[in-house]
Every structure is written in structure tokens, then in C-alpha cells.
């Protein structure tokens, strides 16, 4: 679908994303699926996960749901199924055995009759048995099992079944009737003229989200809206009628206007002659229908032919009027043309027949199986008024709006077209129990049928009357990347139809150009009828490029495709991992930071650390100095040079990769920096969450125990055992629509402090402040909040991520008032995204003493002194008064320069500091150790020779990932 733009003063359809799931009121239910793309199976599946991983070898794979434990895809070497692909029943009887073993993996708690068969396909050398879940014979939504074998081994193995379903049935329905009433009430607030159809038997509904998957039996409601347009499928509770879920059947969306360019649109290229095909004509009066090539026979030198719009694949509407029909003469060896140049929607039906026809024939050329869809007849209804720059595929039929002063005619767009078929064509050609429809994933799938069809990545030239594309999925610069660039439909499906689009270069490139595209196009489409998400779209191409069955060798294209999908960050393992170590402080006040390289996952993906740089600034600062990092046997190393006391440092290393991009450690997008403070502090008061929590109030949700490493919480404590932490015990994710409150104990003051310090370890992970919002409160005001982009609903995505311990510490000197401190870390949430969450570790308030008066000549730096090189003289650089002096002529040495953070990389960070409403993160805390990025001692590092320099910060290149 396109997606719709608000236009002032104009009626439009409300934007309905194909697949969409919303809850209705007081329901609670993820509305997207979550997945973990790491190798670190669930605690509560690693059992079963290690019986079938001997099985398939050491180079198992899986693909996790974070929410249900489930594996949705598992691959590796593959097991053997000698006749499976050419024998139906030999594939079934390896599948049941397969499944008897290995149910408690892919359907804890399910019976191996909880299964039934619904999906046998033998297309492009694979064969897919899927069986969809029931529950006491009433289908589970969204339940299924599926198999895949090719070469006569089991080489793909995908779930999306449900675990431990346990339902209230009742015997006693409610009526269809009042199932239809319920419905309706539900909808028609938002589409009056929504009406009900069908009502299925009882089936049983999951209800995933926060904690155990809830089950309820329902029935569901077919709805439907003529205007605004509209479908959905409606859940209601079997026994009340109460309204539980609805998913929308119904794409619609609207966009942009690019350059014409030929058989783009009208206002960019030039117009050309395109042959009619399979049309229905009159000959003299008499049925007939031209061929592919728009060819129609007859038996005289001159007849009369009757020209229209409907064919045996497409069908017109017009919603502005008569049907376009006319009767011109036809001489033998001649041609008739017919143009709608000057009449917008007679143009929009002849374009969209002829557009709806190309889309159809070039699938069908794709297509290793019939797909019985293609060759069925498709309604396509043009030039809706009641909205505009929209168009909209039903899952089978499309629709296309009028246009308007800011946008054209959608019907004479063939890119827009092109992209509603794409829609059709993905719902149309999934495999029972094997693939699903989800909207992000569909609609980055048809962008690509788009850009495919037309050899542009930019889509939908001269849908705004200019010359930019709708979407592009080949920016310049930049790469779509999970997860990154995740968010509404449209915008999430860039980075599957980038990656598709990166896929159908590298293969042309390898090729040549009708092998490569051809190549590139069948993955395409032998993906999308198997995979269930974005993210599914990498084993499932793999298994496509596959010849033996064992995807854990290789596959012809796998390292184009291990390089494709990794550059769009959808490779399961990260492929190049570093960890940044920072160390105690040596003698001559220089502060050891290391980076500890590994080793690369994928031998198809040749990256390596060409070398690393060590970057900080004064917080509160922009100006950036750095370090190039001295190579080590583990990595590269440098050092922080010696700071007075008092000093906060914000630093981060950048590693240069030899593809020509970087990785950013810290690798948080809305906190890039680690921190560390300068000097001693005294501890006030320190907990550690390892004794006596009754000073503690723990509110919603809020746990103190051994983090569970859920939902990208932290796999082990700070130090000790346990953390303070959002939801530990259950799935990891806070709840929507909450306030979570920890609140600790009222902390006495001591008098001679010149200021007071919170420092702590923090692992937070928490959507866009937009949304969510994690704060610390000190003495009821706010001493620190994460980063709000302000960017509005569909674009606020800087979300905070850690993906390892951060020092963080706060001046919260001036909320220090009445001669105590009570802490609180809370977390307010909305309906939306739900992420870890708070967890905390080694907490403490400490003081800082006044600093002595500076003596010069001692030694030591002080406050006021520009130098001090332990004596009285001057002359030797630093003068008797410990200030600096400048020679006339410098003999040598590196020039330091220093440049400020002008590129505004760091716009997805929050301030810290309670005086200004936020806070800082510092290495060097109080309580346990000297704090940083990973903190450890007894390491040694040679730093002879590093030769500190300032610098401009690079620009991000076309894939500058950490």
C-alpha cells in the first residue's frame, strides 16, 4: 500500500495497514511480533533447543519470539529425508516423526494432534508441508507448524504455534447476531457505514503481550466499509460478545509524487504505446479478446471494433463515471490507439488495466507453480473521490483514489500499480501454515515488485507533481537497518525492500543483468510465500539459493546474501563484535580504555577492525578531542589523558571497518558516550541490592533479583547476584499504559560536602521519551530523563538501547536540599512499543570534598593553575606563577587542533545534570571500582607514542553500524 499523507481540506480513507492488529479497550496484546535474532536460545527452551541443535549440528541456527519462546525458523545442517521431496507421503511420515520428538520445542505443551495438516507445496525443489494448531478441535489464530525439505534433507524447520493453550470453552456461544452487534459497535465510531458479515465457528484467540499468553475463545466477525474503505476480521468473546481484537483485511496508504519518467506517470517521461492484452473486444458486434501482444483475429479487411476496459485477468470500476468504452474502425495489419491523455480518468482506467495486466504477467513469469490467483479475473476500481493520493489492495482486488491539487491520480501510476498488485500477490501466494502476512514486511515486499518492474529504486515518480520518489529504497548514503529504522508499516518495509533491492544489484553485478534480476526475483517471491516477517526473510532466502539441503555449508549466493541482509542488519549473530574495557587510572593519571576485538562470525563477510579511535570531550561541550588507538593482540588501546579533579569525560571509541564503515562503542543511538569523573568522592550511602530492601518501596512491576537477560535486559548483575529491575521474572518488557515506581529510602546529609554525586551502573532499554519515559527523581524533581526527539508520532524512533553496564552519575547538589536525599527511578509508558526497561546496580550518593588551595610548585595541577611541573622556575613551559608559557617559535611536536561536534551526531542524547533538568554518565564511581565502559583492572597496556590530536568527526557512511 501507499502510504496517506494528511492533505488540508481533503476527505480521505483512514489509513489501514494490512495485517494490523489493535486490541480493543482494556485488552492487552502485542500488535507486533518481537524477535531475538541472537544465537542465546530462552532459558525456559534451552533444553529442547540443545536435544535438536546435536541433531543439526554445530552450525544450528534459530530465529526466536521473544514473547513466546518459540524458535519461528531453525536451520543448519539439515536431516537427512531420503524421498521426502518427491514423495507426499514420505515427507508426512519424516514430518511426524520429527514432530513427536521435537514438539515440546516448536508447541510446548501442545499434543502432536493439536496439528493439522493444511499445506503440502512442491515448488522451486522444495517441498513445504504446513499444519495450522487447534485447541479442542477450534483453530488457534495464528497457530502453525511448518516443514521444509529440499534435496531429500529437512533443511528448514519454522513455529509460529502458540504455547500451553488453555481456554474457558463455553458450549453456548453467542448468537451471530449479536456477535455482528458487538462488532459493529466497536467499528462504527470511527466508519459509520461499516457493515457485518460472516461469523465463524468458536476459535481460540491468543493474547500475547506482558507475561503468560492469555487464551480466549471467540468468535470472529467479517466487517467491511465502502467509505471510507475498509475490512477487518473482529474478534469477540464466544461467551459475552465483548469485543477482544480486530486485524485489518484492508491495505490502504497514499504518498509522494517524483520525476516523470516513461511509463511512470503523467507529469514525468514521455507517454508511450503499450499493447491491451487479454482485453474483451467486440469485433462487428461479436465477443472476442486480444492475446498477449494486444492481438485480436478476424475474417474481414475492415471491421468495427468495441474497445473498453475489462479483460480475463482485470476488471475496471470507475467510480467517476460511465465505464470507458468506444467503437473505432480497424483495417487489417492496422492499429487502433486510444488516449486519455487530456481526460484524467479516462487515463486512469486505461492505465491501471494496462499497468494491473504487466504486474500480473510478470509474476506469472516468476512463478515456478501455478499461482491460481494470477489467472483469475481482478477487480480494480479507479478514481475514487471520497479521498485522494491514496490506493489500497484488499488482499485480492485494488483500488486507487482520484487525485488532487497536491497529488495525481493513483490509477495513473503504474509504480503505484505495480505496488498494490505486490499486495495481492504476497497474500495471494503464501503457503498454508508456512508463511504469514504481516504489514511491514508486505509492504516492503511490493515495493520491490515496484522497483523491480520499473529498474528503479525510487518509486512512484510524479505522485506529488514533482520530482521526488515516494519512497527510495537505495538513499544515497545510507542503508535502511534493522532495527533502527523500524517504526510505522511503511517506513519499517524500506528495509526489507532496500535489502531486496541491494540483493537484485549484487547478483546482477555476479550475473549479468537477466540472470541476476531473474535470480533475484525468484528469491523474492519464494521468500515472501514462506516467511512470516521481515526478519524470516533471511533463512527463507537462503533456503531458496540453496542445492543440498544443508544450509550450514553455503548456499551459491550465500555470502551475497549473508552481506546483503547483514548490511541491513537482518544477519541473525552480530558479525563483528567488540567490547570496550576501561581500566584504573596509572600513576601519571592517564586512564587506560581498550578495545578487545572478536573474531568475525561469518567467513562470507569479510570484515575486520582496520583501526579505532579514542574520542571525548568535557561534558556539557561539543568540542571533541581524540586518540588514534595503538593495535593489541585483543584489539587497540589508548588513554584519557589526566584531568583536575572534578572533571567529567564523556568518551567513545570508533572503530574503522575495512568495508569502509565504522562501529560506535557505546552502540546506543539516544546515549553515545561513556563517562567518567576525575577525583575522589566519599561514600554517603551505597546499595547494591544484595541484603535488607525494606527501606525500598518497589512499585509496578518492579523486581529485585538475578537479571534474566530478557527483552535485552542484562544476562548477569553489575556486581554480585542481583539488580533492581523491571519485570525479571516474566518477560522482560514493562507493561503498557503504566507508571513504575522504585522509590528508595530517605538518606541523611552530612554536613561538608562542597557537592553531592548519584552514581550507579544503569542498563536501561526504553522507547523514544516521545512515548516512554525513564526518569530519576531526587527529592520528588527530576535529576535525569532519557532522550525525546520531538519528532512526532511516526518518527520519533531515537530509542534508548544499552546493551551493556553504564556508569552514569549526576550532580544533584542542587536538589540537595533539608539535608536529605530520597532516590527514584520510575517509568512511564504508553500504549505502543514496549522494551527491558530499568535495571540498576551498585547505587550510591557521594560526596566531594572541597579541594585544597593550589600550591604551585607541588606538583600537582590544582584549581586556578594552568600547569605545575614541581618547581619555581620559568622558562621551562610552565612559569613560577603555574601558568602556561607559549614559545615564540614551537620546535615540534603534534598541532593540536580542536573542532566541535558540528555534524549533530549526537542529537539522540539526553542532558545530565539536575540543574538542568538531566543527567551525566562518569566513569569513576565511589562505591565498587573506577566505573567506565566495563570496568576491570589487571591489564596491561604499552601506550607509548598514542599522540592525542583533535578532530573533525566523520560523517556516517552508507552503513555505519555498531
Known amino acids: 500500500m501507499i502510504l496517506a499523507l494528511s492533505l488540508a481540506g481533503e476527505a480521505q480513507a483512514r489509513p489501514v495497514e494490512p495485517g494490523t492488529w489493535q486490541a480493543a479497550p482494556g485488552v492487552g496484546m502485542r500488535t507486533q511480533r518481537m524477535v531475538d535474532l541472537g544465537g542465546t536460545p530462552p532459558r525456559v527452551a534451552a533444553p529442547a533447543w540443545r536435544r535438536l541443535a546435536a541433531e543439526l549440528g554445530a552450525n544450528a541456527q534459530a530465529i526466536w519470539d521473544a514473547d513466546t519462546h518459540v524458535p519461528t525458523r531453525v536451520w543448519g545442517s539439515g536431516l537427512a529425508a531420503s524421498g521426502a521431496v518427491e514423495s507426499t507421503l514420505v515427507a508426512q511420515r519424516n514430518a511426524q516423526n520429527f514432530l513427536a520428538a521435537h514438539l515440546d520445542l516448536l508447541a510446548p505443551g501442545a499434543r502432536l494432534d493439536d496439528f493439522e495438516l493444511v499445506g503440502d507445496d512442491?515448488?522451486?525443489?522444495?517441498?513445504?508441508?504446513?499444519?495450522?494448531?487447534?485447541?479442542?478441535?477450534?483453530?488457534?489464530?495464528?497457530?502453525?507448524?511448518?516443514?521444509?525439505?529440499?534435496?531429500?534433507?529437512?533443511?528448514?524447520?519454522?513455529?509460529?504455534?502458540?504455547?500451553?493453550?488453555?481456554?474457558?470453552?463455553?458450549?453456548?456461544?453467542?448468537?451471530?447476531?449479536?456477535?455482528?452487534?458487538?462488532?459493529?459497535?466497536?467499528?462504527?465510531?470511527?466508519?459509520?457505514?461499516?457493515?457485518?458479515?460472516s461469523v465463524s465457528a468458536p476459535v481460540i484467540l491468543p493474547l500475547v503481550g506482558a507475561g503468560p499468553v492469555r487464551y480466549v475463545e471467540a468468535r470472529a466477525v467479517e466487517v467491511s466499509s465502502a467509505r471510507p474503505l475498509g475490512g477487518w476480521t473482529v474478534y469477540v468473546d464466544a461467551g459475552t460478545g465483548a469485543p477482544l481484537a480486530r486485524v485489518s483485511t484492508v491495505v490502504?496508504?497514499?504518498?509522494?509524487?517524483?520525476?516523470?519518467?516513461?511509463?511512470?506517470?503523467?507529469?514525468?517521461?514521455?507517454?508511450?504505446?503499450?499493447?491491451?492484452?487479454?482485453?474483451?473486444?467486440?469485433?462487428?458486434?461479436?465477443?472476442?479478446?486480444?492475446?498477449?501482444?494486444?492481438?485480436?483475429?478476424?475474417?474481414?479487411?475492415?471491421?468495427?471494433?468495441?474497445?473498453?476496459?475489462?479483460?480475463?485477468?482485470?476488471?475496471?470500476?470507475n467510480q467517476a463515471g460511465e465505464l470507458a468504452s468506444q467503437v473505432v474502425a480497424l483495417d487489417e495489419g492496422s492499429e487502433v490507439q486510444w488516449s486519455g491523455a487530456d481526460d484524467p480518468h479516462l487515463d486512469a482506467q486505461l492505465t491501471a488495466y494496462i499497468a494491473a495486466n504487466a504486474a500480473k504477467e510478470y509474476v506469472r513469469a516468476i512463478a515456478s507453480e501455478p499461482l491460481a490467483w494470477l489467472d483469475g479475473q481482478m477487480n480494480v476500481t479507479v478514481s475514487d473521490g471520497s479521498g485522494a493520493c491514496n490506493a489500497m489492495s484488499n488482499g485480492d482486488d485494488l483500488f486507487f483514489y482520484d487525485g488532487s491539487e497536491n497529488c495525481e491520480n493513483t490509477a495513473r501510476i503504474p509504480d503505484v500499480v505495480y505496488h498494490e498488485t505486490g499486495h495481492s500477490v504476497h497474500n495471494q501466494a503464501l503457503i498454508p501454515g508456512v508463511g504469514l502476512f504481516e504489514g511491514a514486511l508486505s509492504e516492503g515486499i511490493s515495493d520491490y515488485l515496484s522497483a523491480t518492474m520499473?529498474?528503479?529504486?525510487?518509486?512512484?515518480?510524479?505522485?506529488?507533481?514533482d520530482s521526488q520518489p515516494l519512497r527510495d529504497l537505495d538513499p544515497d548514503g545510507y542503508e535502511w537497518h534493522w532495527p533502527e529504522d523500524r517504526g510505522e508499516a511503511h517506513d519499517e518495509g524500506r528495509i526489507i525492500g532496500g535489502t531486496l533491492w541491494d540483493l537484485r544489484v549484487a547478483l546482477v553485478d555476479e550475473m549479468g543483468e537477466a540472470e541476476g534480476v531473474a535470480w533475484a526475483d525468484k528469491i523474492w517471491y519464494e521468500a515472501i510465500r514462506r516467511a512470516s516477517d521481515i526478519p524470516t526473510m533471511y533463512p527463507e532466502a537462503l533456503l531458496v539459493d540453496d542445492d543440498d539441503g544443508d544450509l550450514s555449508n553455503g548456499t551459491p549466493h550465500s555470502c551475497l546474501i549473508d552481506q546483503v541482509f547483514h548490511l541491513h542488519g537482518l544477519v541473525g549473530a552480530a558479525i563483528l563484535g567488540g567490547k570496550v574495557r576501561t581500566l584504573a587510572a596509572a600513576g601519571d593519571g592517564t586512564v587506560p580504555v581498550a578495545l578487545d576485538i572478536q573474531a568475525a562470525q561469518s567467513s562470507c563477510i569479510d570484515l575486520a577492525p582496520t583501526g579505532a579511535t579514542l574520542e571525548w570531550r568535557l561534558r556539557g561541550t561539543q568540542t571533541i578531542e581524540s586518540a588514534a588507538m595503538t593495535a593489541t593482540p585483543e584489539g587497540f588501546a589508548a588513554a584519557l589523558p589526566p584531568q583536575l579533579d572534578g572533571t567529567v569525560i564523556e568518551y567513545r571509541v570508533v572503530a574503522d571497518i575495512s568495508d569502509g564503515t565504522e562501529a560506535n562503542f557505546p552502540a546506543n543511538p539516544a546515549y553515545r558516550?561513556?563517562?567518567?569523573?576525575?577525583g575522589p568522592v566519599?561514600?554517603?550511602?551505597?546499595?547494591?541490592?544484595?541484603?535488607?530492601?525494606?527501606?525500598?518501596?518497589?512499585?509496578?512491576?518492579?523486581?529485585?533479583?538475578?537479571?534474566?537477560?530478557?527483552?535485552?535486559?542484562?544476562?548477569?548483575?553489575?556486581?554480585?547476584?542481583?539488580?533492581a529491575g523491571i519485570d525479571l521474572g516474566g518477560d522482560g518488557r514493562y507493561s503498557p499504559q503504566r507508571v513504575m515506581n522504585l522509590t528508595g529510602p530517605v538518606v541523611e546529609l552530612p554536613?561538608?560536602?562542597?557537592?553531592?554525586?548519584?552514581?550507579?551502573?544503569?542498563?536501561?532499554?526504553?522507547?523514544?521519551?516521545?512515548?516512554?519515559k525513564a526518569e530519576i527523581m531526587v527529592n520528588g524533581e527530576l535529576g535525569w530523563r532519557n532522550f525525546n526527539s520531538m519528532m512526532g508520532d511516526n518518527n520519533s524512533k531515537t530509542h534508548h538501547r544499552d546493551s551493556e553496564w553504564s556508569f552514569h552519575d549526576i550532580d544533584i547538589t542542587p536538589v540537595a536540599f533539608g539535608g536529605t536525599i530520597q532516590l527514584g527511578f520510575r517509568l512511564?509508558?504508553?500504549?505502543?512499543?514496549?522494551?527491558?526497561?530499568?535495571?540498576?546496580d551498585d547505587v550510591c550518593i557521594v560526596g566531594v570534598e572541597e579541594p585544597p588551595p593550589a600550591i604551585c610548585g607541588d606538583g600537582v595541577i590544582g584549581t586556578g593553575e594552568g600547569c605545575d611541573d614541581g618547581n619555581s622556575e620559568d622558562g621551562d613551559g610552565c612559569s613560577a606563577e603555574c601558568t602556561v608559557e607559549t614559545p615564540e617559535e614551537p620546535t615540534g611536536g603534534a598541532q593540536s587542533t580542536s573542532s566541535s561536534d558540528s555534524e549533530g551526531d549526537d542529537s539522540g542524547e539526553a542532558e545530565d545534570s539536575a540543574t538542568s533538568g538531566n543527567a551525566t554518565d562518569t566513569a569513576g564511581c565511589g562505591c565498587r571500582g573506577a566505573g567506565g565502559a566495563g570496568g576491570s583492572s589487571a591489564w596491561m597496556l604499552a601506550l607509548a607514542g598514542l599522540g592525542w590530536r583533535r578532530r573533525t568527526r566523520r560523517r556516517a557512511t552508507s552503513a555505519a553500524r555498531a
Open 454 to 465: 520499473t529498474g528503479d529504486p525510487r518509486m512512484a515518480r510524479g505522485f506529488f507533481l
Open 751 to 772: 554536613s561538608g560536602f562542597a557537592t553531592i554525586r548519584l552514581q550507579y551502573q544503569r542498563w536501561l532499554n526504553v522507547e523514544d521519551a516521545y512515548f516512554d
Open 673 to 678: 558516550w561513556y563517562q567518567r569523573y576525575y
Open 828 to 840: 512511564s509508558s504508553d500504549g505502543g512499543l514496549e522494551l527491558g526497561g530499568w535495571n540498576i
Open 122 to 197: 512442491l515448488s522451486a525443489g522444495i517441498r513445504s508441508l504446513g499444519y495450522v494448531q487447534r485447541y479442542h478441535g477450534r483453530r488457534v489464530v495464528g497457530g502453525q507448524l511448518s516443514l521444509r525439505f529440499k534435496h531429500d534433507r529437512l533443511a528448514l524447520i519454522a513455529s509460529e504455534a502458540l504455547p500451553h493453550v488453555r481456554a474457558v470453552l463455553t458450549d453456548n456461544p453467542v448468537a451471530d447476531d449479536l456477535a455482528r452487534a458487538r462488532a459493529l459497535e466497536w467499528l462504527r465510531a470511527e466508519f459509520p457505514a461499516a457493515v457485518a458479515g
Open 682 to 723: 566519599v561514600p554517603i550511602w551505597c546499595e547494591g541490592f544484595e541484603g535488607d530492601l525494606s527501606a525500598w518501596t518497589l512499585g509496578t512491576e518492579w523486581e529485585v533479583g538475578a537479571p534474566q537477560a530478557k527483552s535485552g535486559d542484562p544476562a548477569a548483575a553489575f556486581a554480585g547476584d542481583k539488580v
Open 252 to 317: 490502504s496508504a497514499s504518498g509522494t509524487v517524483l520525476y516523470d519518467v516513461p511509463e511512470r506517470s503523467p507529469s514525468y517521461g514521455d507517454r508511450v504505446l503499450r499493447p491491451a492484452p487479454f482485453l474483451d473486444v467486440t469485433i462487428d458486434d461479436v465477443p472476442a479478446t486480444t492475446d498477449v501482444a494486444g492481438v485480436v483475429g478476424f475474417d474481414a479487411a475492415n471491421v468495427q471494433i468495441g474497445l473498453g476496459v475489462r479483460g480475463d485477468f482485470v476488471r475496471i470500476i
